[in-house]
């Protein structure tokens, strides 16, 4: 049921680098929300974007930027790497305006920062 | 602000029935959610709350008090595969769900 798609599925970086993770939306969907998940947590919001604008981030640096396209795929990208980013970045697509705007997730991309 | 409140780990017995609560604080309220995620999984909607009272979907119930800021995930007859971490989030006035830290679900045999 899913449908949302996330790349790569693992990767590894160096403290410093910059990485881009990417996501294909759920057909019918115009709404993707990132979440970074680290180990033995909850879901952290991270922002999420509507109609290509960004419309609503939570407590994340300026580093972490994302973008939207015309087909409601999504990137995500965080510069200046550093060893705490090491975490499960979640994807989960919706289709804003409906009454219950329940989130489907993606599988994430497991990063991981050394 | 939000703050989600849950317990961090809970065990039972195959067949039996848990109960998961989850406590929040939030400023504007615009529905409870429950999510399931299995180990190395992306998490799965379960249920989803507006207006005070019991929703049951088949085993799953989730029940929620909002002037207690309440909620809870019933499990029946259990089963080994409900083992996994039950993710209770709450959209505030901006519609986004907030997380809280999960409770870890084991069922024993």
């Known amino acids: 049921e899913t449908g949302v798609t996330q790349s790569p599925t693992h990767l590894i970086k160096t403290r410093g680098q910059q990485v881009t993770l990417r996501c294909s939306s759920q057909s019918g969907h115009n709404t993707v929300s990132w979440y970074q998940q680290a180990l033995g947590q909850g879901p952290q919001f991270i922002f999420q974007?509507?109609?290509?604008?960004?419309?609503g981030r939570g407590n994340f640096p300026p580093r972490f930027s994302g973008l939207q396209f015309p087909n409601y795929s999504s990137e995500l990208n965080v510069n200046a790497l550093e060893l705490d980013d090491s975490a499960l970045y979640l994807c989960?697509?919706?289709?804003?305006?409906?009454?219950?705007?329940?989130?489907?997730f993606g599988s994430g991309t497991q990063l991981s920062v050394l | 602000g939000q703050n989600i409140d849950q317990p961090t780990e809970m065990t039972a017995t195959e067949g039996a029935i848990v109960q998961i609560n989850c406590t929040y604080q939030t400023s504007g309220f615009n529905g409870l959610f429950w999510y399931q995620q299995h180990a190395g999984e992306a998490p799965t909607f379960l249920s989803y709350?507006?207006?005070?009272g019991l929703e049951e979907k088949g085993r799953f119930s989730s029940f929620l008090s909002r002037s207690k800021g309440y909620s809870y995930l019933l499990l029946k007859e259990l089963q080994m595969k409900d083992s996994a971490s039950y993710l209770c989030a709450v959209a505030g006035g901006s519609y986004i769900p907030t997380f809280g830290r999960g409770t870890s679900l084991i069922v024993h045999p």
């Open positions: 989960a697509s919706s289709f804003q305006g409906a009454t219950n705007e329940k989130l489907f």
């Open positions: 974007y509507y109609r290509e604008e960004e419309n």
């Open positions: 709350n507006v207006l005070d």
